[in-house]
């Protein structure tokens, strides 16, 4: 199973970048994609999750609005795009599987994960 992050970049507020998630060596037919993220001396955040078993999404307050979920099931792609980037968005940006495919903001549910893209967002 592998999942590889990538897309970051150094940008400034207000700005936008789009993270793509590419997954591969996995055949399980429902399964969540999340993203998460964590910022140097802070813990993993949960900020959006999309499932393929029921087609459910959702993303953490601090994100919603600004952040947009989607899944290319055919390219086994997972991209998040972040509009109106603030500099508190800065850290590095995981994607992650849960092979039950429930989709949920816990890390402690997802079974493997990628390397993840650092993002920075200067003011």
């Known amino acids: 199973v592998q999942l590889v992050e990538s897309g970051g970049g150094t940008v400034h507020s207000g700005e936008s970048l789009t993270l793509s998630c590419v997954t591969s060596?996995?055949?399980?037919?429902?399964?969540?994609i999340g993203w998460f993220r964590q910022a140097p001396g802070e813990a993993r955040e949960g900020i959006s999750y999309?499932?393929?078993?029921?087609?459910?999404?959702d993303y953490a307050d601090s994100v919603k609005g600004r952040f947009t979920i989607s899944s290319d099931n055919m390219k086994n792609l997972v991209t998040l795009q972040m509009n109106s980037l603030k500099p508190e968005d800065t850290g590095t940006y995981y994607c992650?599987?849960?092979?039950?495919?429930?989709?949920?903001?816990?890390?402690?549910?997802?079974?493997?994960w990628g390397q993840g893209t650092q993002v920075t967002v200067s003011s």
């Open positions: 999309i499932s393929r078993r029921d087609g459910s999404l």
């Open positions: 992650a599987v849960d092979i039950n495919g429930l989709g949920f903001f816990a890390d402690w549910g997802y079974d493997h």
């Open positions: 060596g996995f055949t399980f037919g429902d399964y969540a």
